[in-house]
């Protein structure tokens, strides 16, 4: 039985004695009586002594039970002014009438008659058990309840201990103890000199837990985030980054997003006093609008005004990212996507905020279809973890087919996670970009929020640090 | 995007289908089923497809979706023999018109709301909040052609919907809830749009109010009506969508002389379309030219198979969202199903790759993860409070300030990442010590974009030391050649502040942060901080 060595000492001690109150086992091992009852517990604990908890109650007067065992309790000194029978005025004008009259009734020592008062003799002559307890205090005696109810009185308990050691105690200190002090740290001289193969090793308990390590931690949100970037480096996909500040041209007319749309309104972008230039080929965006161009198609119609595409906003989404990206790399194959924070002017609450990730990818290649769409995000939600993914039509002004996919999570049945779609001609044909090309949005703190289980957005952007401390660690 | 609330009696009675089916394909066909109630279902529409905003229209497009009722809608018109004058001075305030006769109206209540309900999600859709188009539908019988569109004095007095007195039209804008509501559309103009009959009596004050007279209530049987606007075709697509929609009602429509032009004419429009660009946009393999004319007649389409390749389409009048063939293919792709369509990988061989910004950005994580701090991806909307006032700094006048802020928090764009981090100190003060955390992410000084990183640890022993240890380490890892100066930041303590440089140029501050910053963010304990500038530490393109 592995035993520390104050355990050891304990047993040593008590191996000569029948048995030892806390007091005494304490001046023997020249300890503290908290430390030698606490080592008597552990060594209690392995069947090697019994400890017996003893209460010793003592009774003592309070201040007012010691002034009344000198002069007598209240009703009993009132008591002894009553000659014959007298009228209850006389009887509550001494100072002490006002605990004494309600004893005297109480202990029934008192006849009253339409307003005079005479002694019980029959009863008022026997002195009471409280009487007795006052004169002769003792924790058990007859009256003592009633002196602690009445506050004159209180009992005091004090515990002491009685250790006994058991047959098996007896044995294991008879065959000998090793009370040398244990060793906690190895020092370098031991472990080289080979001395540490005869110290007693302190043991440690495995039930006690440790104090947890945090260390340094990757935040939640962003372990989520750099699990899509690997998905996509591994699907082939090139990462783009851009300005948090966008001019209107690129956030809504390069995406064919007329300029009365209601998106581009004040309640639901973030808009800046600043303005940028337009870029080279600008003409050719305002004529699609205005008629089509020479895109085959309609144009929205009315006025397109250079001077509101200048504007700035902060990016309502990536795909102004998107388009540049392309602008820049008109020729096939690309495959590219960019995870980055946009701005919507929404008031916070749990499920909305003003800014949020979104990721934004990008597949332009000869041949590609609306199929090879599809195709990708089954493969793509499918990684994720979402099993089962349907496809419902959708609208941007920007792509044609549009879609909406949506991916099936219990209890919350059909969660709309993106739009997407292939890039109209009108959008595709100012930065000579001759293929088809196949472009998604996806709101990827509603990915975040369904794998951790979060109620609140918030939680990502104002994290508690106690969530970030505790959450587990991605599998790379 | 609007939401249409359909009287399910109405709508099946329309459609000819029950209510499951209807709800179970909405969907499919590019609508979000918001609430199914007993005696109603409310649809969200996309703002593409203003014609499906009324029980008419989307009973039009289900029947022809499950195959109820396909192919073109056949639209006749007849002449009303009524004519309008637009008046010239409208030119500069709200030129265009246009106008329909309505006869035969046998409208119940479901009706009426179905109308009135069509009408307010065009003047939000297509009129962009009456500015662009607005609506105004009368009762024909209690007015007498020719009539009126003209400019008119502010002062002309007329009785306004739901009012028994007249008013002054500057009045109506003044105190009556929908002239409050659409005012700044007309304020500023010296004369005010009105719509009046022969004898003068008002119809309507464009894009404000209809006069009371011309009510429309389950007795009328005869419609006139107005549409006005400031760009002419959106103008003719709430006339036709509206038109249509009274004829799935049972109703005629008869044709109106604005200045000459005879309109409606609801006649579709023509396009030739490619079965091949077809097939190859959606991925539809199998596509033949009569079974893309098939699909497309589901969609409400009329065809003509011209060959193998070649299908002429002829578009209904209330289908404003084609633009171009493409639309049309993706109608096919609806029609077929999306979920039929093969689906497979893009065949495009390509090489992944990080950007720059965002490797730097993971080996600024890792490094810190190492150095044992916690990372927080804060916000990047901020307030001058937060970021320079409570920080005991001056306000960067780089700063770039969103026009019109949602709240007081959330005022500019981050110039600075440590003043997130104070704050999430702040909001976990009552969490364990010692917190060490640290952001990396872009911030944006005038129009750029750059990467910075900021970190803090509090807890009763931070100090100098340990934050200099700190960066001495992260910059060692990075790679940064850095030198230290004294610094004089005001947000750290005089004489614990050290400004970090490299190549001549300052890129970073670290030190003990000041107690009167500590202090503004409710902060009890010793603070070590710094932050540094990213921009010079990205690998090229």
Redesign the interface.
């Given at each position: 039985m592995d035993l520390t060595v104050n355990e050891k000492r304990v047993l040593a001690t008590l191996a000569g004695k029948t048995s030892c109150t806390d007091a005494e086992l304490a001046e023997l091992l020249e300890s503290p009586a908290e430390s030698a009852v606490q080592w008597s517990h552990l060594c209690a604990d392995r069947g090697l002594v019994v400890v017996e908890k003893q209460v010793e109650k003592t009774a003592k007067l309070t201040e007012e039970g010691e002034k009344y065992a000198a002069e007598g309790l209240p009703e009993r000194q009132v008591l002894n002014t009553i000659e014959g029978t007298i009228p209850m005025k006389e009887l509550t004008a001494h100072p002490l009438s006002r605990i004494a009259i309600g004893w005297l009734r109480k202990k029934n020592w008192i006849v009253m008659d339409k307003g005079m008062v005479s002694v019980n003799h029959e009863v008022a002559d026997v002195i009471g058990d409280d009487e007795k307890a006052l004169k002769e205090l003792s924790a058990d005696a007859a009256g003592t309840a009633d002196l602690v109810k009445r506050g004159l009185a209180v009992i005091e308990e004090a515990v002491s201990w009685n250790i006994k050691i058991t047959p098996e105690g007896k044995a294991l200190a008879d065959a000998g103890l090793d009370l040398r002090e244990e060793v906690g740290t190895l020092t370098r001289d031991q472990i080289l000199s080979g001395e540490w193969k005869n110290l007693p090793l302190r043991r440690y308990s495995v039930d006690k837990l440790p104090k947890r390590i945090?260390?340094?931690?990757?935040?939640p949100?962003?372990q989520i985030l750099?699990e899509i970037?690997d998905l996509?480096?591994?699907?082939?996909?090139?990462?783009?980054?851009?300005?948090?500040?966008q001019n209107a041209f690129w956030n809504f007319d390069a995406l064919y997003q007329p300029q009365?749309h209601?998106a581009r309104e004040?309640q639901d972008t973030?808009?800046?006093?600043?303005e940028?230039p337009l870029p080279e080929g600008w003409e050719q965006v305002r004529d699609i609008h205005m008629n089509?161009g020479n895109?085959?198609?309609?144009?929205?119609?009315?006025d397109w005004n250079p001077e509101i595409s200048k504007k700035?906003v902060?990016r309502t989404h990536s795909t102004s990212l998107s388009i540049q990206h392309l602008a820049k790399n008109p020729n096939?194959?690309?495959?590219a996507f960019?995870i980055s924070?946009v701005?919507r002017?929404?008031?916070?609450d749990p499920t909305h905020l003003?800014?949020f990730e979104q990721l934004e990818g990008i597949?332009m290649?000869e041949?590609?279809?609306?199929?090879?769409l599809?195709?990708?995000?089954?493969?793509f939600f499918g990684r994720m973890g979402f099993e089962e993914v349907?496809?419902?039509?959708?609208?941007f002004?920007y792509t044609?087919?549009?879609?909406e996919p949506e991916v099936w999570v219990d209890g919350l049945g059909w969660v709309e996670l993106g739009g997407a779609g292939?890039f109209?001609?009108?959008v595709t044909e100012p930065w000579g970009i001759k293929c088809?090309v196949?472009a998604w949005g996806l709101g990827v703190s509603r990915v975040s929020m369904l794998r951790m289980g979060l109620k609140d957005l918030r939680q990502?952007?104002?994290?508690?640090?106690?969530w970030?401390?505790n959450s587990p660690a991605r599998r790379v | 995007m609007p939401i249409v609330k359909l009287n399910n009696e109405y709508l099946t009675r329309l459609t000819r289908v029950d209510i499951q089916t209807i709800r179970d394909n909405l969907?499919?066909?590019?609508s979000e089923v918001e609430r199914e109630e007993e005696e109603q279902t409310d649809v969200q529409y996309?703002?593409?497809?203003p014609d499906l905003y009324s029980a008419e229209g989307t009973a039009r497009a289900l029947r022809g979706y499950l195959g109820v009722e396909t192919g073109l809608p056949k639209y006749s018109v007849k002449p009303s023999g009524i004519t309008f004058t637009v008046d010239e001075n409208l030119k500069d305030i709200r030129p265009y018109l246009g106008s329909a006769v309505i006869r035969n109206v046998h409208m119940d209540n479901a009706m009426i709301e179905s109308i009135m309900g069509l009408q307010e999600s065009l003047h939000?859709a297509v009129g962009?909040g009456r500015?662009?188009v607005a609506i105004g539908i009368h009762d024909l019988d209690k007015i007498e052609g020719p009539f009126y569109y003209k400019a008119a004095e502010k002062s002309l007095e007329f009785v306004p919907l739901d009012y028994d007195v007249p008013m002054s039209m500057e009045q109506i804008l003044d105190e009556h809830p929908k002239g409050k509501a659409y005012a700044k559309i007309v304020r500023d103009f010296p004369l005010y749009p009105l719509i009046s009959d022969a004898k003068g009596n008002v119809c309507s004050f464009p894009p404000i109010i209809n006069g009371e007279l011309t009510r429309v209530t389950e007795d009328t049987h005869n419609i006139l009506l107005d549409v006005t606007g400031i760009?002419?075709?959106?103008v003719m697509v709430a006339v036709n969508i509206l038109c249509t929609a009274f004829v799935e009602m049972g109703a005629d429509v008869e044709t109106v002389e604005v200045d000459g032009v005879v309109m409606p004419s609801l006649a579709p429009t023509e396009r030739v379309v490619s079965v091949d660009a077809c097939r190859?946009?959606?991925?539809?393999f199998e596509l033949t030219a009569p079974m893309m004319a098939e699909l497309l007649e589901k969609m409400r389409f009329g065809c003509e198979v011209i060959d193998e390749d070649a299908v002429r389409v002829f578009v209904p009048c209330y289908r404003s969202d084609i633009?171009?063939?493409?639309?049309i293919?993706?109608d096919v792709?609806?029609a077929y199903g999306?979920?039929k369509?093969?689906?497979?990988?893009?065949?495009?061989?390509?090489?992944?790759?990080?950007?720059p910004?965002?490797k730097l950005y993971?080996t600024v994580?890792n490094v810190?993860?190492?150095?044992?701090?916690?990372?927080?991806?804060?916000?990047?909307?901020t307030s001058e409070t937060v970021s320079y006032a409570m920080m005991n700094r001056e306000e960067n006048k780089k700063a770039?300030?969103?026009?019109?802020p949602?709240?007081e928090d959330?005022t500019i764009?981050r110039t600075d990442i440590l003043p997130m981090l104070m704050?999430?100190l702040s909001?976990?003060r009552s969490?364990?010590l010692p917190?060490?955390?640290f952001a990396c992410g872009?911030v944006?000084e005038d129009?750029?974009?750059y990467p910075k990183m900021a970190a803090a640890s509090i807890h009763a022993g931070a100090d100098f030391s340990e934050v200099y240890a700190v960066v001495d380490s992260f910059c060692q890892m990075i790679s940064i050649p850095y030198e230290v100066k004294e610094g004089d930041d005001p947000a750290f303590i005089p004489g614990r502040c050290g400004a970090v440089f490299c190549c001549g140029k300052q890129i970073g501050v670290f030190g003990e942060i000041s107690p009167v910053v500590l202090t503004a963010f409710g902060l009890e304990q010793p603070t070590c901080a710094f932050e540094l500038d990213l921009r010079g530490f990205v690998d090229a393109e």
């Open positions: 945090y260390g340094g931690r990757f935040h949100n962003q750099d970037r996509l480096f591994e699907m082939g996909f090139t990462e783009f980054h851009g300005s948090i500040v009365d209601p004040m973030f808009h800046l006093r600043e940028l089509g895109t085959g198609s309609t144009g929205w119609g009315g700035c902060l096939p194959p690309l495959k960019s924070r701005y002017r929404e008031t916070i003003p800014e597949v290649d041949g590609l279809t609306f199929g090879h599809l195709g990708f995000f089954k493969e349907r496809f419902r039509p959708g609208y002004p044609e087919p549009s879609v292939i109209r001609k009108e088809p196949l990502l952007y104002k994290s508690d640090i106690d970030i401390r | 969907p499919m066909m590019g996309f703002p593409n497809r939000w962009r500015k662009k760009e002419p075709r959106a190859k946009l959606t991925g539809i633009m171009h063939d493409c639309d293919y993706e792709a609806i999306y979920d369509i093969p689906a497979t990988l893009p065949p495009s061989f390509t090489v992944g790759k990080p950007h910004v965002q993971s994580r810190m993860v190492g150095l044992q701090f916690i990372e927080n991806t804060p916000f990047t909307l770039l300030h969103v026009l019109h949602i709240s959330q764009i704050e999430s909001i976990n969490r364990e917190q060490k955390i872009d944006v129009m750029e974009t």
